[in-house]
């Protein structure tokens, strides 16, 4: 490692640590992170590449909270409470000009959310190279105290639910790069935070512990994460199109033709959690929903058999010919 | 995510989990690792990125086994028992020719340390980029029950000690990409294979809770790790360059003067551990190199002040130019 790379580790990263979490400065070979009344804890991991995940031009604290968050949204879908993380950071030289400049920027972004989220850095490795930069981050929670949110546990005759509004974030991501499609700036700015900065649903995932019978986050697509949810639980479903809840930006584009259901399904990046439960659980699942301020819709039903059927308003199968969104 | 990667993920990385350990198939989420009788957890992770960690061409089963080790010396520095890891691969696609072979290949190198090791793959992320393969893993170990490792216990009178020989690595890389300096084939594929596959101290670590005052493994070359040990620890250090251990190998280089001490103790990649004790545990620390087959040799003494000194047989020092190998 070089001097200067120990020097920006000090300058940007040590801040965001804290003796209590066991980081150490970051001046050792590991951190010693404490583990207190859980015997299990959760991990997950992702990898963000430059331009396959996030843009070379994005603001680097957009790119760090994004990162963090895409994370924090699986532990959110695992009913988790994250309390650390650790950072794999492949510094491209050629793309980012300024290095210290985007460091610096990068771990304010860090720093924002690790605040907003109660978390903290406890280590990881900064390099650099010749190709795009690179994020990996996993993150450590402790599980759900009511029971972990598992994909495996949906059961024939469960409402199907989800959180917040479907396809913004896709939208974000045709207005970002083309603006003129817009029909408001202020519509225009808020589906393209919802692509830059998603909200993972800690405090919501925390309070399905104990109603939920399978849950996941959707980062792939609607359409394709149900799929893999039902998958893992040997079901089927039925969704009814029009129960998606859509914002208002995005209700003005499918009414107006220039955004379809099928892209709103197959979009990625809305980082909201899909989850099951017992159709006699509707009451207090509205009612977490009012005490996360989150807003959740039931959507469908969990059915016997495999695949997934899109219903019209008609009652008449929307043909999906697009499987989901891909990252990679 | 594509189709394929599930595929690949199926195939190739799901072998490698277990239903104890929490990875769920790499099906869910994240991981939920059972933590058993330890109120704290160590974690490390290293980033390895294609053309600087590893050479394009090198077998894929080498830089698997590389990768996973380097982290596993980081947790033997830490006296830690390794139990687990996670895997953030990058793949570069135009790099690796055919994807499947190569990925077979990887994680055979990955089951094979694995079985060695102890430890099992509870999760992680694959994903494709247009750059260079980057592999950042993150290893989970506990605690050592004789207490931790750390950099910065080293006391002035304590004698310093490294594990193995020194250099072998740094002269490997050399007669790796130079096969006519050799002397003899055998030497040659000794040299290559330490630099290609580090033997990370774990046993010798474990074994170290209860004597060593500091502690680290030695990645960036001998000089430097020791200088940031004396740094934590606010010391300094003497060191006699006869005593620094060599092989065979090095040894009939250093005397043909083909491979200087200076490229011995600035040379990278030897992923021996450097620790310091009192002298009055001489004892019992070569009673555990018996135990644990492990090859240690006091080399030095720790000084009041700042800086190492290197004395050659005369006592004169030996003038260290390059402060140590960099990875980066």
Partial sequence: MEIKEFSRIKKFFRPLTSQRMGAMELLDDAALVPIKKTDSIVVSTDALVEKIHFHSDERADFIARKALRTN?????????????????????KRKLGNIDQWLNLFSKGLAADQKKFG??????????????????????GTPNPEGSLLRSGAKVGDGIFVSGTIGDAALGLILRSNSSLSYSSKGNSYCISRYRIPRPRIDLGLALGEVASAAMDISDGLFQDLNHLCGASDVGASVWANKIPLSKEVNAFVTKNKFSIEQVITGGDDYELIFTAPVNKETSIFNMARVTKTRITRIGTVQSGRGISIFDENGDIIPVVKGGYSHD
């Fill in 72 to 92: 924090l949204s699986d532990l959110a879908a695992m009913g988790a409470k994250p309390f650390a993380y650790n950072l794999g950071l492949i510094l491209g």
């Fill in 119 to 140: 978390i903290e850095l406890i280590g990881g490795d900064t390099v650099t190279s010749f190709g795009p930069t690179s994020i990996c981050i996993s993150i450590f």
